[in-house]
């Protein structure tokens, strides 16, 4: 839920007073609960109610209207979206199927490019570049579809907003858990498990902002049972994302920091990988684990074609910038001639916008308080990968 202005000034002006939430609730003749929706969980109330606050607050009841009038329209705003998102998806998918199969057989595996976000480190920024990459794919009008391959499902959260990943969960609908399980389980009529259609679990439209061109598979915490049980589930992500390939232009999957069959089932689904690295000290701890993991699942399925696209350089501590962090990247970089891997030329730099981003469901570009040079920063780096992959080439 995203905590709006309206909601930080009323918080701030209340503890400058020295009381607490049952303070202002009982001076309002409302309840604690009510208090704390507004705070915490966008609550937003009514204009009388809101002068009120501002006489017990001691502060100008303009000041405080126009910002609940603000968050307000903000949150209207997002449920305007997310509704014409949901249509105009369901509008593209039907012209893409009226467009004929034709474009569905024609080099489907070359048209749809797959890409994993890896690294055995964890909050390097996997699951931040996996979003902001998404977002910047849907707004060149590229059909993406999202994968959150981890049971942290942080990148589900980010792209649904909390509210509808919740909803989704407490409505029992299908995962990229029931991917691995390859059965929707038993529904009370039929009384028995059937087979799972992969077009069930895919959450159209999702991410605000995105134009109806992003869509998701979203996980959730009980993907981790396929860790418990992993016998023959490696190839079941590969296996169901090859009957949605010629359906998009990019297909994103955001890996879990730990090596496990999740991990070989985004090898096997995947065609490229990326590797967020964060400068600083021990940056290159997990490249060697990387690269042992990479060179086994290519001894072990010569087959199949999967090779590194580059190293993303993300500054997400504010402190990378300085003397560790260039020693960090000369590192890397060491390493990364060893292996002869490519290092994007562009490094994504620090700032708050990217998880604020993420709170607020919306691609940057769209994040409140967005700074212009950060957003086309990221812009540049999303070109460089889009080219690095070819994508570019691929007509929108
Ligand atoms: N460029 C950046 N600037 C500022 N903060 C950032 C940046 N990139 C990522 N972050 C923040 O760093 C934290 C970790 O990022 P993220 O969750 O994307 O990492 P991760 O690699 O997916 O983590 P995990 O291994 O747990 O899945 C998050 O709070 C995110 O908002
Ligand atoms: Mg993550």
Redesign the pocket.
Known sequence: MIVTPFARRVKRLRTEQGLTIRDLAAALSKSVAYLAKIEVQGEIPTPELTCEIARVLGTDAIELLELAKEARLMSATRDIEREYARVIADRASAETSDLGTEQDTKGADEMTKVLS?I?M???????????QLAHSAASKRLRTLAVDL?P?S??SQALMGPRDYVKHLAGKKPTVVQIFDEYVPTDSRSGSPRLLDITEVVVKGAGHGANGMLDLIPSRLELSRTLKNPTGKERRLAKALAQVRGKYDLIIV????TESVLTDAAYFASRYVIV?I?PEFMATIGLPLLARSLHEFRLENEDHEIEIAGLAF?????YSAGPEGQQSIEDVTTEAKKHDWHIFENQ???????????REGTPLSWTSYARSDVIQGFRRFADEVFDQIGLAKVPA
């Open positions: 976000l690294n480190k964890g909050g390097v920024g996997k699951t931040t570049l996996a979003m981890d942290q942080n990148l955001d890996c879990a920091p967020p964060k993300n500054h997400s501590s504010s994504i730099r620090y700032s708050a916008s990217y998880a604020k981003s993420a």
